[in-house]
């Protein structure tokens, strides 16, 4: 009778279960692995074998038949090797083969039979958990993160000797207690507004920003603190909802990116990567496809500095996945999908030398190469851009001043008061903020009163208004009385909305 053990495969977010099944057969011949193993698979048989070795048991001279089933799941990394060597033990009767029947298995082996960390714990145990399985079994440094999941008993592995010792009664393994995620702490940047002098318009932008989860595109000279004040967004963004934080962490899970002893990420991620990044690494690829930084800053900021540098190549692909929320990786094994409802908040200088615009320094570009320059950002991709900032140089006086700013604590509340009122707005729905609403939502919930409308026509008129500026202006006239307290739309809210809208209309 062949023996089998339960393990499990990740298929983009998704853990998919596997059984492990082991046959003995009657002549010599070494262990064979079937059931589309990858090459990282075929692996095991290696590291398998010196681990029992090495752990006190004996590695069979017969045929070791070991199926990975359902065959058409296609299996990767080191993930079997504690399933295959529990299979091994109990078909070669060293084991009982009835021990492991309510349990989820993971692991890599080292060669002396430590347990080694696996990616993706936290889909796995949720996948567990999903399939109505009461214990989950895997590497010690990875049992915080699985235990993020209620109702199933993690236990922490160190080696295969301990395990086969806690599965025969002779030295239990303690599980893993449950993690208490009751309220997550509040955000933190790396930089306080407090401690950014002047700058209000930006800084009244990015609070509009996040509230409302706009995009942003700030534009101004060098030095006048783009990057600084991008930094300073992280700490103003709302909190987490614990759903939200799961769903953020499961995506770092399998992208093998958790920081060390951070089972859980609690904070909005804030992603920066630099402008020489790949298609595959922003938006997700690989073999394997793996999570790109669109998707690692679900429910977070990407952050693209001098954004003109990114090759618009690379820029465009942010299209589709700025519109869907979520990113389609195809490959000949199949697609994955992988979540990507990020803000984006872009930052660049006005013209190639910088100083266009402004008032100290004289510009040097030809009209020309300020075109050529700005045309590298494409007008669908700034037509998915709420709001834009111009940032200033800052005076002197203003950065001799000590006196502090309002503090990044305060505005997050405002922030998070705002976000509440959108939270009862979409309930039931999967819109999550003003910068999520289509044109259905925006009839529902930005109408205007009588000076609305006529302010709006007269900028229409004025400032040459397109359709899609026009709802770009709504959405952001709504998050600003959000951030009010106020239902009703008021003409003063539109009147600063409109201050942001693009200065490139296209
Ligand atoms: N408003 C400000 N308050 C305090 N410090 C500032 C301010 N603006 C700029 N600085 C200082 O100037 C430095 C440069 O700012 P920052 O890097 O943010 O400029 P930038 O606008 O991103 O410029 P570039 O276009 O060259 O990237 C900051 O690290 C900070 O020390
Ligand atoms: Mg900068």
Redesign the pocket.
């Known amino acids: 009778m062949p023996t089998r053990v339960y393990s499990c495969a990740l298929i983009g977010l998704d853990g998919v279960i596997v059984e492990v099944e082991v046959d003995r057969g009657r002549s010599p011949g070494g262990m064979v692995i079937v059931g589309l193993p990858d090459a990282s698979v075929q692996e095991s048989r290696e590291r398998v074998s010196s681990a029992l070795r090495n752990s006190g048991f004996s590695m069979p001279r017969p045929r070791l038949t070991v199926n990975l089933a359902p065959a058409a799941v296609r299996k990767a990394g080191p993930v079997y090797d504690l399933p295959i060597a529990l299979g091994v033990l109990m078909a070669t009767g060293q084991l009982a083969p009835d021990l492991l029947d309510d349990a989820l298995v993971v692991g890599e082996l080292a060669l002396d039979g430590r347990v080694r960390h696996v990616r993706g714990a936290l889909p796995i145990a949720a996948a567990a958990r999903a399939h109505g399985f009461r214990r989950l079994f895997l590497p010690a440094e990875d049992a915080p993160q699985a235990a993020l999941i209620p109702d199933l008993e993690v236990y922490p592995v160190p080696t295969l000797a301990d395990l086969v010792a806690h599965l025969q009664g002779l030295r239990p393994l303690q599980p893993h207690p449950p993690v208490d995620l009751s309220e997550l702490p509040p955000p933190r940047g790396q930089v306080d507004m407090a401690?950014?002098?002047?700058?209000e318009h930006a800084k009244r932008a990015l609070e509009i920003a996040a509230a409302g989860g706009h995009n942003l595109l700030?534009v101004?000279?060098?030095?006048?603190?783009?990057?600084?004040?991008?930094?300073a967004l992280a700490g103003i963004l709302p909190r987490m909802t614990v759903e939200e934080a799961l769903d953020v962490t499961r995506i770092y899970s399998v992208a093998d990116k958790l920081p060390p002893d951070t089972p859980l990420i609690t904070w909005r991620p804030f992603r920066a990567p630099h402008h020489t990044i790949s298609h595959a690494g922003l938006v997700g690829g690989g073999n394997w496809p793996q999570p790109g930084e669109i998707s690692l800053a679900h429910r977070g900021v990407l952050f693209l500095?001098?954004l003109p540098e990114f090759s618009p190549r690379v820029l465009e692909v942010l299209r589709q996945p700025m519109e869907d929320k979520v990113v389609t990786i195809s490959r000949a094994q199949g697609s994955v999908t992988y979540p990507a409802n990020f803000m984006l908040v872009a930052?660049?200088?006005p013209c190639p030398c910088?100083h266009y615009g402004d008032p100290v320094h004289a510009c040097t570009c030809s009209p020309s190469a300020i075109h050529r320059y700005r045309r590298r950002i494409s007008g669908p991709l700034l037509d998915r851009i709420d709001l834009h900032v111009e940032?200033p140089r800052?005076d002197y006086e203003?950065?001799g001043d000590h006196r502090r700013g309002e503090p990044s604590a305060v505005i997050q509340e405002r922030v998070e008061a705002a976000r509440a009122r959108q939270r009862r707005r979409f309930q039931g729905t999967p819109l999550t903020s003003n910068a999520d609403m289509g044109p259905r939502e925006i009839e529902a919930y930005c109408r205007l009163d009588v000076a609305g409308e006529h302010l709006m026509q007269q900028a229409a008129r004025q400032m040459g208004l397109t359709a899609r500026g026009y709802h770009r202006v709504l959405k952001v006239a709504r998050t600003i009385a959000d951030l009010e307290g106020s239902e009703a739309i008021q003409a003063h809210h539109l009147a600063e909305a409109l201050q942001y809208r693009t200065r490139w209309e296209v």
């Not at 401690?195 to 700058?199: A, E, F, L, M, Y």
């Not at 101004?220 to 930094?231: E, F, S, W």
């Open positions: 401690d950014i002098k002047g700058q700030m101004g000279p060098p030095g006048a603190g783009k990057t600084l004040l991008a930094r500095d001098e930052a660049m200088n910088g940032v800052v203003k950065l």
